[in-house]
């Protein structure tokens, strides 16, 4: 089936005559009956067009998943009597319902901005992630979509759109009021992969330590060490003696050569 719920609204229990409280008998039967009266075959009252709606009314109303959110769609009430008012629960509700909202929106845009290529989360990924009922899910969603602040992709996964990512950088929500409707396992996953992280590094070093004194122990032939070793090593004293002795010799020889050429002057 081709998507019964889109496009211009159709009342399908008013189409085969039923009460939204009909059983499945009741239902088949229905559509029997009107499925006979508008075939395209009957030449007295067949109606191609009205035969098409028969059909998708039927194949709603016969699946219990389709029924069901038809009749949320047509906000049929299967409880007895007049609606009854929530009293003072309604009033501590408006500021949950905000809050949820807020905490909706940054889940989206975080999945947005970590998961660029895969941003949208599914309803099951939703549900998993956030404290709340499915009725107060819904409808925090029902409100984002009519302001434009989120969205469904053709998969009908949900994602947040531009004008709700400015709303929520133009009204920064405060982490106390968002947390607690984030459910402990949607934040697991950050904190292992931080902790794996910190866990590589730690390995990496000791890695980069085990290969720099591998061939040596205790980091003997590292540059410091070598250098150290070296100031430590007491001075070598054999050379520098040895020219210190040689050196005054020729001023000496110079002054004998100068007295013997002066005396041969002389004689």
Same mark, same amino acid.
């Given at each position: 089936?081709?998507?019964?719920?889109?496009?211009?609204?159709?009342?399908?229990?008013?189409?085969?005559?039923? %009460?939204?409280?009909? %059983?499945?008998?009741?239902?088949?039967? #229905?559509?029997?009956? @009107?499925?006979?009266?508008?075939?395209?075959?009957?030449?007295?009252?067949?109606?191609?067009?009205?035969?098409?709606?028969?059909?998708? #009314?039927?194949?709603?109303?016969?699946? $219990?998943?389709?029924?069901?959110?038809?009749?949320?769609?047509?906000? *049929?009430?299967?409880?007895?009597?007049?609606?009854?008012?929530?009293?003072?629960?309604?009033?501590?509700?408006?500021?949950?319902?905000?809050?949820?909202? *807020?905490?909706?929106?940054?889940?989206?845009?975080?999945?947005?901005?970590?998961?660029?290529?895969?941003?949208?989360?599914?309803?099951?990924? *939703?549900?998993?992630?956030?404290?709340?009922?499915?009725?107060?899910?819904?409808?925090?969603?029902?409100?984002?979509?009519?302001? !434009?602040?989120?969205?469904?992709?053709?998969?009908?996964?949900?994602?947040?759109?531009?004008?709700?990512?400015?709303?929520?950088?133009?009204?920064?929500?405060?982490?106390?009021? *968002?947390? $607690?409707?984030?459910?402990?396992?949607?934040?697991?996953?950050?904190?292992?992969?931080?902790?794996?992280?910190?866990?590589?590094?730690?390995?990496?070093?000791?890695?980069?330590?085990?290969?720099?004194?591998?061939?040596?122990?205790? !980091?003997?032939?590292?540059?410091? @060490?070598?250098?150290?070793?070296?100031?430590?090593?007491?001075?070598?004293?054999?050379?520098?003696?040895?020219? #210190?002795?040689?050196?005054?010799?020729?001023?000496?020889?110079?002054?004998?050569?100068?007295?013997?050429?002066?005396?041969?002057?002389?004689?």
């Amino acid at each position: 089936m081709s998507a019964p719920l889109a496009g211009k609204f159709q009342d399908h229990y008013a189409l085969l005559g039923l %009460d939204p409280k009909s %059983d499945s008998d009741a239902i088949q039967a #229905a559509y029997t009956k @009107a499925a006979e009266k508008y075939n395209p075959g009957n030449p007295d009252t067949g109606d191609q067009a009205k035969f098409d709606a028969v059909n998708m #009314a039927f194949e709603v109303l016969a699946d $219990p998943a389709l029924r069901k959110e038809f009749d949320k769609l047509k906000g *049929v009430d299967k409880d007895d009597g007049l609606p009854k008012f929530s009293g003072s629960a309604f009033f501590d509700a408006l500021g949950r319902e905000t809050n949820l909202r *807020v905490a909706l929106l940054c889940l989206l845009y975080d999945r947005r901005r970590t998961k660029p290529f895969t941003p949208s989360l599914s309803m099951r990924q *939703v549900e998993g992630s956030l404290r709340s009922t499915e009725a107060e899910l819904n409808f925090a969603l029902w409100y984002l979509k009519q302001r !434009g602040l989120a969205g469904q992709d053709d998969k009908s996964s949900l994602l947040i759109t531009v004008e709700g990512m400015d709303y929520l950088e133009n009204n920064r929500p405060a982490p106390e009021a *968002v947390m $607690p409707f984030i459910k402990p396992a949607a934040l697991a996953a950050s904190k292992n992969d931080a902790s794996k992280n910190d866990a590589s590094k730690n390995d990496g070093s000791k890695n980069d330590t085990s290969k720099n004194g591998a061939d040596t122990p205790n !980091g003997a032939d590292t540059p410091l @060490a070598t250098l150290a070793n070296a100031l430590a090593a007491p001075p070598e004293e054999s050379e520098p003696t040895a020219v #210190a002795a040689t050196e005054p010799e020729q001023p000496h020889k110079e002054s004998v050569r100068n007295f013997m050429r002066r005396t041969h002057t002389r004689t």
